[in-house]
């Protein structure tokens, strides 16, 4: 309630839960991994949150110590499974349009471009991922293993899988 009023927004990364669950748990125990990481709380409280990682350049973008992959964040954020197969707090889990709005519109409000990108509309940068199967969609399994297609930026292709 405190950062709803001062108006605090956040830049999270659910890598953290996935990976360093089971040793915080482990540490803090369970009991006290209860706002560890609490995007369905901020969220139902108005709180604007981004999705973000650090950036690893050089490593695996799913296997390096703080995964990049925001396809694979998003999983995170949506199932909060640990790299133990434990669930930690189902309660905070979010929704898959609340994980893409992390990663899009709630990103480019946090650093004041919401008026240029974040969203595909008129008048907006041509930026887009095209991917491999629908987000909206597939099983919630299947969002870790999204892989893009092509990528676009201000409307031209500067990147194409093979045989693209």
């Known amino acids: 309630r405190k950062m709803q009023r001062l108006g605090v927004a956040v830049d999270v990364q659910a890598a953290w839960l996935h990976l360093d669950g089971p040793a915080l748990s482990r540490v803090f125990g369970t009991g ?42 998003m999983w995170m954020a949506m199932t909060r499974l640990t790299t133990e197969g434990v669930t930690l707090y189902p309660e905070e889990k979010i929704t898959r ?24 509309e008129k008048g907006k940068l041509a930026d887009l991922v095209v991917i491999d199967r629908d987000f909206l969609a597939c099983p919630v399994e299947d969002i870790r293993k999204i892989e893009p297609l092509m990528t676009i930026v201000n409307g031209k292709a500067v990147y194409s899988a093979a045989g693209i």
């Open 97 to 120: 349009e609340e994980a893409l709005k992390m990663y899009t519109v709630w990103a480019a409000w946090q650093e004041f471009s919401e008026q240029r990108k974040g969203s595909i």
């Open 32 to 73: 006290n991994m209860r706002y560890f990481f609490p995007v369905r709380t901020m969220i139902d409280h108005g709180i604007n949150v981004a999705g973000g990682s650090d950036h690893m350049l050089g490593y695996d973008k799913n296997l390096a110590v703080n995964p990049f992959n925001p396809f694979l964040n």
